[in-house]
Nanobody, 126 residues
């Protein structure tokens, strides 16, 4: 099993920045670096959506047009950590952000990710 723990969420004013981290641990950790990982978010009253994903080698794909150019996904396999750098934050970015891991393909399909973190709240005030 792999455990994922997100951190870095909080309250920020519009236009500000936050960097989320997702650290992995667990018995199958040695293989995690070969898997794709992703960031998802769920805003109040809305379904969870895929923000973006990253391959083991660092290739990224963003699924939400509104975050392109503002959010950057990266990973440090040596530290077993996934990052989401969020700049120029907007009130509509307010959501619980989840990291996910274990997908064999670069995908936004939640069902492809067997491992999930507990989520971290990001609140952007106007």
């Amino acid at each position: 099993q792999v455990q994922l723990v997100e951190s870095g969420g909080g309250l920020v004013q519009a236009g500000g920045s936050l960097r989320l981290s997702c650290t992995a641990s667990g018995r199958t950790l040695s293989t995690l670096s070969t898997y794709n990982m992703g960031w998802f978010r769920q805003a109040p009253g809305k379904e969870r959506e895929a923000v973006g994903a990253i391959t083991w080698s660092g290739v990224t794909l963003y699924y939400v047009d509104s975050v392109k150019g503002r959010f950057t996904i990266s990973r440090d396999n040596a530290k077993n950590t996934l990052y989401l750098q969020m700049n120029s934050l907007k009130p509509e970015d307010t959501a619980v952000y989840y990291c996910a891991a274990g997908a064999r393909l670069l995908t936004k399909d939640e069902r492809s990710y067997p491992y999930w973190g507990q989520g971290t709240q990001v609140t952007v005030s106007s």
